[in-house]
């Protein structure tokens, strides 16, 4: 599948809505944290794709504002589980050249995840083959609320978009060109959604365990098919 590409139009960036982990487990009668576990192999693959089909920025949406509502036990399990996975794919990042970045409100992470993150957070900060933004605590609500609070500290009296987006939490990525949500639910539930803007989006049925490297290029393959016209006729 070495066509996509040669073709003219790569996404930059793809953004993912890592839905769908609960109904996978409970389909086969296995309790959600499963599905949890299933939806990191998914996430690796995501990223080792990235790296072969030469995407330069990946966003996963892993844990949002909202998904402190579940039960306590299932939030447990989802810390532990995130600070686990940084530790498991520490070297995936460094010896590929991956640089990983936390985006949301994570100070209100448990201290031990906090740690994990600025760790391989310092020690990827030069990497440039792949950016990899993992939403943690992350809520475009909030990030908004985050921005006009800095631009409030700041005193400025004129404010300008560019202002505006050097203050939210994807400061220095590009805006996705594509968000793929999994699952069959058609909604952004509060991610990105002021990047959004002129992204194109896509929907699969396919729970988010279930996520191969065929469904890899056939997102990218969807991509390419789309006609981006911002505006313009
Ligand atoms: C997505 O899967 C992962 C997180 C939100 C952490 P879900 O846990 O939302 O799975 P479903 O939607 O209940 O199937
Ligand atoms: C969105 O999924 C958040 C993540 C994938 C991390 P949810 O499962 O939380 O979204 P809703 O509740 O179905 O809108
Ligand atoms: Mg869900």
Known sequence: MEDILEHSSLPTHLAFIMDGNGRWAQKRGLPRIAGHQRGVRAAKIVLQSAMKYRIKYITLYAFSTENFNRPQSEVTFLMNLFRRSIKKYFKFFTKNDVKF??????????DDLQQAILKLQQKTADASSLVVNVALNYGARDEIV??????????????????????????????????VRTSGEYRLSNFLLLQAAYSELYFL??????????????????????DRRMGRI
């Open 205 to 226: 049925k396919t729970y988010w365990p279930d996520v191969t490297e065929q469904t890899f290029i056939d997102i990218i393959q969807e991509f390419q098919k789309r």
């Open 146 to 179: 985050h921005a006009v609070q800095q631009l409030l500290d700041s005193k400025k009296d004129h404010v300008s978009w560019q202002d505006i987006r050097d203050n939210l939490y994807t400061a220095s990525t590009p805006d996705p060109d594509m968000i």
């Open 101 to 110: 970045r936390a985006i949301g409100d994570t100070s209100k992470l448990p």
